[in-house]
C-alpha cells in the first residue's frame, strides 16, 4: 500500500533523512518512533506531498507521489502534528468547508460530514466553537478532517501529543477503530503509544532506518531466564545440553533460589525443553521464563549501536550533528 524507496531528504546541507526503504501493507498500523528530531514529520511531509524528496521514491497505492502529488493526496487522510484548525469556526462549519476543499460533490458532503462526525464520536459538539473544544475534541476534529473522503490510508503526526492520559486512551481507541477499514502510518517518540497501537514499528534514528519489525519479533530474545532451588545440582550442565541452548550465565542468588540465564540459538524457543529437563533432574523449579526486553531497552541499545557504527563509518556528508556545530 506505502512503499519508500531510498528516500532522502535535505534541507540544505542538512540530511534529515538518508536511503530510507520501508513498505506498509494494506490494513497494518505502522508506528514511525524516533527521537524528537529524528525525520519523523518529514517522513510524513513527503509521503503526504508536502515536500519534495531529494532522492528516492514514495509509492501510496502504486501513485508515485513526484507524479501524480494530488493522485496520491486523494487517497490520504493527514494529521500533521498541531493540525492547524480555525478556532472562531463550529465544528460542522469547518468540517463542511473542509468537504468542499476535498472536492466532495456537494450532495455528499452532509452524510461524508455525518459519517466522519460518528466515527470520531463528535455528535455532540457538532455547534461547538472550535475554540471552546479541549484538546483532545480538537484532535477528534482533526482526525475527522483526515477521513471526510474515506482515504485508504490515515497519516498521523503525533496524534495524542500534548493530550492527558484520558485524551490519550480516547484518541488510541479512536485509531484502533478506524484502523479497522484503513492502513495507518502513525509517527510518536511514545514507546508505549507504539506497544498500545501498533503491530508493526520502523525505527528512524538520526534520519536513517534503525529497525523494521514486528513488535512481537521486537519484543523477543534469545533468552531463557531459569530460577531453581539454590539446592538444585550440576543445573550448568544440565541446561547445556538442552538442545537449542548455546550457553548458560549464572546470574545470582536471591531468596532461596539461584538464577541463570540460558542463551538460545536465534528463533529456538527452548522454554519446554528447558522445564521438561528441569523436571527430569527433580529440581525445584521458581520460574522458567523466556526473557522480553521492553521496547525502551531495544530502543536504547539500537541508540546505542547507531553511535558506535557513526564513530566508525567514514564520513560521507555532513551529519546533523556536524551541521548544528
Ligand atoms: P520531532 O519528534 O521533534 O517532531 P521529527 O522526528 O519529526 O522530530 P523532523 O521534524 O522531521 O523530525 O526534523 C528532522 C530534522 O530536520 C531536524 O534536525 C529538524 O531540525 C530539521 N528540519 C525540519 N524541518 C526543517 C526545515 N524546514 N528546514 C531546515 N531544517 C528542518
Known amino acids: 500500500m506505502i512503499s519508500v524507496r531510498n528516500l532522502e531528504k535535505r534541507y540544505g546541507d542538512l540530511r534529515a533523512v538518508s536511503e530510507l526503504s520501508f513498505e506498509v501493507e494494506r490494513g497494518e498500523i505502522v508506528g514511525l518512533l524516533g527521537h524528537n528530531g529524528a525525520g519523523k514529520t518529514t517522513v510524513m511531509k513527503v509521503m503526504t506531498g508536502f515536500l519534495e524528496p531529494t532522492r528516492g521514491t514514495v509509492t501510496i497505492g502504486g501513485v508515485d507521489v513526484t507524479a501524480d502529488r494530488i493522485g496520491v493526496q486523494r487517497q490520504i487522510g493527514y494529521l500533521p502534528e498541531n493540525a492547524p484548525l480555525y478556532p472562531e469556526m463550529l465544528v460542522q462549519e469547518y468540517l463542511l468547508m473542509m468537504a468542499e476543499l476535498r472536492g466532495i460533490d456537494p450532495g455528499d458532503r452532509v452524510p461524508a460530514v455525518a459519517d466522519a462526525v460518528k466515527a470520531t464520536g463528535l455528535e455532540g459538539r457538532l455547534v461547538q466553537p472550535i475554540s471552546t473544544l479541549s484538546k483532545g475534541y480538537r484532535q477528534r476534529v482533526g482526525l475527522a478532517q483526515a477521513i471526510l473522503h474515506r482515504p485508504d490510508v490515515l497519516v498521523l503526526d503525533e496524534p495524542t501529543n500534548g493530550l492527558d ?8 481507541d479512536l485509531i484502533r477503530r478506524l484502523a479497522q477499514t484503513t492502513t495507518v502510518i502513525l509517527s ?36 531463557v531466564r531459569v530460577r531453581v532451588g539454590a539446592g538444585a545440582k550440576d543445573v550448568p550442565r544440565v541446561l547445556a545440553k538442552v538442545e537449542g541452548v548455546e550457553s548458560v550465565k ?3 542468588e536471591r531468596g532461596g533460589y539461584s538464577e541463570w540465564r540460558a542463551i538460545c540459538a536465534e528463533g529456538v524457543d527452548a522454554t519446554p525443553a528447558i522445564a521438561r529437563a528441569a523436571l527430569d533432574a527433580g529440581w525445584t523449579i521458581g520460574g522458567i521464563t523466556p526473557e522480553t526486553p521492553s521496547l525502551e531497552q531495544v530502543f536504547r541499545d539500537l541508540m546505542a549501536r547507531h553511535v558506535s557504527e557513526a564513530r566508525q563509518a567514514p564520513k560521507k556528508s555532513p551529519s546533523k550533528k556536524e551541521v548544528a556545530a
Request: some cysteine; overall charge negative; charged content about 20%.
Open 165 to 172: 492520559p484520558v485524551q490519550i486512551v480516547e484518541i488510541r
Open 188 to 223: 510518536t517518540h511514545i514507546l508505549s503509544e507504539i506497544e498500545a497501537v501498533c503491530s508493526r514499528v520502523v525505527i528512524l534514528i538520526d534520519g536513517q532506518l534503525a529497525a523494521d519489525d514486528t513488535l512481537a519479533h521486537l519484543l523477543s530474545s534469545n533468552v
Open 250 to 252: 549464572r546470574e545470582g
